[in-house]
């Protein structure tokens, strides 16, 4: 019933740049808090940034300053703009929403976390 996209990975050369973007549809109420995650071979899934209904961005120590975060309300779409990558940013990167959703027989699910399937960056000259 909720179905994650994100697009915008690939290949890029040290100190350059990528856009991810993730789009959420489906049959959502509301979104509350927005995100990026990261999961390099071999370790664990870890935040690297989210944002919240009112816009507040908060940032794992590792990316701040180089990546930004930004969500489109209207679009249910949220962006990582990644600025100077290195190669130990090179992970799947996931995007996660924190919605309430409707079920098909019109219940309602409270602050339900959605995940997409991830989209790999790998950053290697």
């Known amino acids: 019933q909720v179905q994650i996209v994100e697009s915008g990975g690939g290949l890029v050369q040290p100190g350059g740049s990528l856009r991810l973007s993730c789009a959420a549809s489906?049959?959502?109420?509301?979104?509350?808090?927005m995100g990026w995650y990261r999961q390099a071979p071999g370790k664990q899934r870890d935040v690297v940034a989210t944002?919240?209904?009112?816009?507040?961005?908060n940032y794992a120590d590792s990316v701040k300053g180089r990546f930004t975060i930004s969500r489109d309300y209207a679009k249910n779409m949220v962006y990582l703009q990644m600025n100077n990558l290195q190669p130990e940013d090179t992970a799947t990167y996931y995007c996660?929403?924190?919605?309430?959703?409707?079920?098909?027989?019109?219940?309602?699910?409270?602050?339900?976390?959605?995940w997409g399937k991830g989209t790999l960056v790998t950053v290697s000259s």
């Open positions: 996660n929403i924190r919605a309430t959703t409707m079920t098909h027989d019109y219940h309602v699910v409270w602050g339900m976390d959605y």
């Open positions: 489906g049959s959502i109420l509301s979104i509350s808090t």
């Open positions: 944002i919240t209904t009112g816009s507040s961005a």
